[in-house]
């Protein structure tokens, strides 16, 4: 990279990026946030972050960046930023002359099965590299698509969100532009059933998860089933990626089943294992499956790395569903709180 002939600016950058979803699970990595196995989400659209960053000449002695959430600092997440802005200085060396002012927030609560990861790591990643952009005076315009190779380094699906509709992050040879480093939209190969798609999101336990992410992908480097699941994740995305094409909405729903419960199999099956599913989950589990083969309506559960269950539906359901959460389902969730999100564009700026 060379080093770009700055002058000390200062200004303000703000973006908007949503969550996203997966269908086919990255669980798993190697050297610097390299996927395993190729991963499918779906890009939301209500659950956002807003992030904005003020940038300046950094003071001597003075810290890299400062970060406020909600308005307060929170230093829970400096962590995950020192890791983060450790990559920045790698990609652009420059900015580490540049003090960084952080302040985030989700149109969201907290550990409510929405990945603010993804989001929140996205809206940073994009605020820097477009700060970069500008200071290094890129003779090119700005798109999100520059900022997915950091987005990965700050976590692995906030990369799958700098695109809306449906995104592949992980070398998946049939795919040629896919790549580990960055995720690839795959929206506009993607069947019109797919396009306005329901995510909506039983909250069964909103406390903090026992095990981060993070931490679970370390399970999957001494796992007994690993090369199982590799083959599995491979398998499943070639499947999700026809029935995506095709339209196929039942063999949709079988990987994403399959995928959710694999992803809880593995970490029970882990070493330490850990149960990140509560009995309400497998109660709703139930009540989901019966009404699906009672009603003959398309509608499946995914989940992340814990106990709240995604449903994913086709739009025009979504009268009939909504009805249908409230009397049946909503009774299994934390003070009653479903959260109804859909199939979004993307980033925004802010
Ligand atoms: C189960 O992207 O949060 O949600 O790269 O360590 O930040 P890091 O992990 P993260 O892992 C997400 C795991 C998952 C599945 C998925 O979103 O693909």
């Known amino acids: 990279m060379t080093q770009p002939n700055h002058t000390q600016q200062s200004g303000t950058i703000g973006w908007q990026s949503p969550s996203n979803i997966a269908i086919v699970k990255y669980w798993g990595k ?10 499918v989400s779906m890009t939301l659209s209500e659950s956002c972050s807003k992030t904005v960053v003020d940038y300046r000449p950094r003071q001597s002695g003075e810290n890299q960046f400062t970060f406020y959430f909600n308005h307060l600092p929170n230093p829970s997440f400096e962590p995950k930023l020192n890791t983060f802005f450790q990559y920045v200085t790698q990609q652009y060396p420059y900015l580490s002359d540049y003090h960084f002012t952080i302040s985030s927030s989700n149109t969201f609560p907290h550990s409510t099965g929405i990945a603010s990861s993804a989001s929140s790591m996205s809206a940073l990643a994009l605020c820097i ?4 952009h500008i200071i290094s ?3 090119t315009n700005f798109t999100p698509t520059d900022a997915g190779s950091l987005a990965r380094l ?19 040879e049939p795919i040629t532009e896919s790549s580990d480093y960055q995720a690839t939209s795959i929206n506009d190969s993607t069947h019109p059933i797919f396009h306005h798609f329901c995510d909506s999101i039983l909250v069964i336990d909103d406390k903090k998860k026992s095990v981060s992410s ?12 690993a090369q199982g699941r590799l083959n599995q994740a491979f398998a499943n995305t070639k499947r999700l990626l026809s029935s995506l094409q095709n339209g196929d909405i039942e063999q949709f729903i079988s990987v994403c089943e399959e995928e959710a419960l694999s992803l809880h199999a593995l970490m029970m099956s882990s070493n330490p294992g850990f149960i990140l599913l509560k009995p309400n989950t497998l109660v709703a589990i139930e009540k989901i499956r019966h009404f699906r083969s009672e009603q003959h309506i398309p509608i499946c559960f995914t989940l992340d790395a814990g106990p709240n269950l995604h449903l994913l539906y086709p739009a025009e359901y979504q009268t009939i569903i909504k009805n249908w959460i409230d009397s049946e389902l909503k009774p299994f969730c934390s003070n009653q709180l479903v959260i109804h999100d859909k199939s979004g564009n993307g980033p925004q700026p802010l």
């Open 129 to 132: 590299t477009q700060i970069h």
């Open 30 to 39: 190697k050297d610097i946030q390299i996927p395993l196995n190729p991963s």
């Open 154 to 172: 700050g976590s692995g699906s906030a990369c799958r969100s700098i695109f809306g509709g449906w995104s592949l992050w992980g070398k998946y």
């Open 137 to 139: 005076q890129h003779n």
């Open 214 to 225: 993070t931490a679970g992908h370390h399970l999957m480097n001494q796992h007994p089933f």
